[in-house]
Nanobody, 116 residues
C-alpha cells in the first residue's frame, strides 16, 4: 500500500503562484509514475503533470506556467507542482496520484481557487 499526503493549495488572485506538494510513503518501490490531476466543477478529472522514469507529461494549457519536480529516497517519494501565472480556469480540486502503470493510489485532494 501507498499513502499520499498532499499540501498546498488555497486562494490566489489571477496571475499569482501556488505550490502543491505530495509525499508518498509505504510501498514506494511500486511507484513508476506520480503527479497531479485536477477536477473542475462539472468536469472530468484531467492530468495536469505526471512524471515517470522516462519523461514528464503536462496538460497543454499549463505548459510554460507549471513545473513538476520530484525527489525520492528509500522510503518516500515527493512531487512538487509549482504553479505560476495562474488563471481562473486553473480552479479546481487537485489530486495527487501515484502508481505502477496507472494511477493506483490517490490523495484526498486540495482545493485551488483562482480569483479573477
Amino acid at each position: 500500500q501507498v499513502q499520499l499526503v498532499e499540501s498546498g493549495g488555497g486562494l490566489v488572485q489571477a496571475g499569482g503562484s501556488l505550490t502543491l506538494s505530495c509525499v508518498a510513503s509505504g510501498s514506494v518501490f511500486t511507484i513508476n509514475a506520480m503527479g497531479w490531476y485536477r477536477q473542475a466543477p462539472g468536469k472530468q478529472r484531467e492530468l495536469v503533470a505526471v512524471v515517470n522514469r522516462y519523461t514528464t507529461e503536462y496538460l497543454d494549457s499549463v505548459k510554460g506556467r507549471f513545473e513538476l519536480s520530484s525527489d525520492s529516497d528509500s522510503d518516500r517519494k515527493t512531487v512538487t507542482l509549482q504553479m505560476n501565472s495562474l488563471k481562473s480556469e486553473d480552479t479546481g480540486v487537485y489530486y495527487c496520484g501515484a502508481g505502477g502503470y496507472g494511477m493506483d493510489y490517490w490523495g484526498k485532494g486540495t482545493l485551488v481557487t483562482v480569483s479573477s
